[in-house]
Structure formats: structure tokens, C-alpha cells
């Protein structure tokens, strides 16, 4: 484990998350007490659409319209 103090970190940010991508333990210090840790984020698994199968009945898409209904779509 590293520990930096707030100057340090701030000069040397950069590197230091380098650092903390590559595993490293990395903690901020303020007035020699430790304040925060970097740590790596982990990525995000991108969603898909439709990942749950739906199965519809052909009625769903071809049913007939009556009379009234075609004539308001119209």
C-alpha cells in the first residue's frame, strides 16, 4: 500500500492512477491521516435490447380490422 499526501496527489495524479489501474494500492493522506483510496472502476457491461425472448401470436400482428377501424386509420 502507498500512501501520498494531498500535494503529491495532486502533482502527480496521473501516475498515480495509472498506478491504481495497474492494482496498486493507492491512499490520499490529509495531515498524515488517510482520507481516500483510489481504486480501479470496474467497466460497465453494455445492455442489450431484448435479452428477454417474447414470443407473440400471429394474431398480434395480422389481425383483421373491422369496417370502423380501417376507416379511422385512414
Known amino acids: 500500500m502507498t500512501t501520498v499526501n494531498i500535494q503529491e496527489a495532486k502533482t502527480h495524479l496521473s501516475r498515480l492512477i495509472a498506478r491504481a489501474q495497474h492494482g496498486e494500492d493507492i491512499v490520499v493522506a ?37 369496417d370502423e377501424e380501417l376507416a379511422a386509420w385512414e
Not at 37 to 46: F, M, N, S, W
Open 30 to 66: 490529509r495531515a498524515g491521516k488517510p482520507a481516500v483510496r483510489l481504486t480501479p472502476v470496474e467497466p460497465v457491461a453494455e445492455r442489450t435490447f431484448g435479452a428477454v425472448p417474447l414470443v407473440l401470436p400471429d394474431e398480434f400482428f395480422f389481425a383483421a380490422l373491422d
